[in-house]
């Protein structure tokens, strides 16, 4: 069965985007290694007294790589990730006499893409790659090296604290997946729901333009709600989707609520870091910014921002007990809807009676 996608190439374009930055030869890479190895560990303790979640998978364990390493991680990931769709699209693909153009412009695309992010990602905690053959890349906290040495570069930042800043958001990420025991079956059963029921078929891609020239003449952009994935889904993976964001706008605005009070002590940089990569994703422009619409990463952005203003609601309302209901099971999780407006989801799981701080 043929591939749609031609890995190989994706990965060698996304190795050549990505490019080679001159901080991975720098003398101070050596010392990232032992520093997130021990900033990990003591970024898993200080998320643990903040939120009472601990990892049932035992301790994290942080990986230092360079671009290309995270570009072949992520490449791992989403092959993994989309097989549900490449084994429907194969067959289709077996008989047609373009297909190694489709495979290689698919490849050229996907490596583009992964390429471009990892000139600007930091950190990553991957939950997705699940290969039994392969443990010791399983449950891996990941720091793209030259990034973060680039970063502390250019903007004078105290290597030790802006390093544990970085644990502690991947970290909280990690003990949400693997210290709440349902979680991280319940995301990867939204994910391959959304992609076990896709039809590919091109007919979808032409709808899906339709929609698109709709929604521009309706004053609206049509990238604005999860990139090209949202553009391209049918009713029933728009459904899903929308669990989807309202998860991860739950789980990304907790991560930096966390984050924030985790660090509170130990990180007196804090708020300079966080208004300074603020600023270093607004600041993009051009070809760059059509990107991240592209691949739904403006979506992300905005997921921080609902997920922290639906936090600090419903703290406001009932404490940290009100909103620790939302670990209760996938029922109590709020929709996007809720997390827009948080005193539906208030309403919603309150118990009746209770006082209101």
Do not use: C
Not at 168 to 190: K, N, Y
Not at 220 to 231: H, M, S, T
Request: proline content about 7%; overall charge negative.
């Amino acid at each position: 069965m043929s591939d749609p996608v031609n890995w190989d190439l994706a990965e060698r374009v996304a190795v050549r985007v990505g490019g080679h930055d001159p901080f991975a030869a720098s003398y101070h890479y050596a010392g990232l290694e032992p520093d997130f190895a021990e900033l990990t560990a003591e970024a898993e303790e200080l998320v643990a007294e903040a939120t009472g979640l601990r990892s049932l998978s035992g301790p994290a364990r942080a990986r230092v790589t360079d671009r290309a390493g995270w570009v072949r991680a992520n490449i791992a990931s989403f092959r993994r990730l989309l097989r549900p769709v490449t084994e429907k699209l194969g067959p289709r693909l077996d008989n047609n006499p373009v297909a190694p153009v489709s495979r290689a412009v698919a490849g050229a695309q996907l490596g583009t893409m992964l390429g471009w992010m990892s000139t600007r990602v930091l950190g990553q905690y991957d939950l997705l790659l699940v290969e039994e053959d392969h443990p010791e890349d399983q449950d891996v906290v990941y720091y793209v090296g030259p990034n973060v040495l680039a970063l502390e570069k250019r903007f004078a930042f105290p290597p030790r604290e802006f390093r544990l800043w970085l644990a502690l958001h991947e970290v909280t990420h990690r003990a949400q997946f693997t210290g709440i025991p349902w979680m991280r079956d319940h995301f990867r059963s939204l994910v391959e729901q959304s992609l076990d029921s896709l039809d590919p078929d091109p007919k979808r891609f032409l709808a899906a333009l339709r929609r698109a020239v709709d929604e521009v003449r309706a004053g609206r952009n049509p990238l604005d709600e999860g990139g090209v994935v949202a553009l391209l889904a049918g009713p029933e993976q728009h459904a899903v989707l929308l669990q989807v964001q309202g998860l991860m706008s739950l789980l990304e605005g907790h991560g930096d609520v966390t984050m924030d009070r985790a660090g509170a002590d130990r990180i007196p940089s804090a708020e300079r870091f966080g208004r300074v990569l603020r600023e270093r994703r607004q600041s993009i422009q051009g070809p760059a910014r059509l990107l991240q619409k592209l691949i739904g990463l403006e979506a992300k952005m905005r997921q921080y921002e609902q997920g922290e203003r639906f936090i600090e609601t419903v703290e406001r309302v009932g404490g940290p007990e009100l909103l620790a209901r939302a670990w209760e099971g996938p029922d109590w999780l709020p929709t996007l809807a809720e997390v827009r407006e948080p005193e539906k989801w208030i309403e919603r799981v309150q118990p009746a009676g209770a006082v209101n701080r």
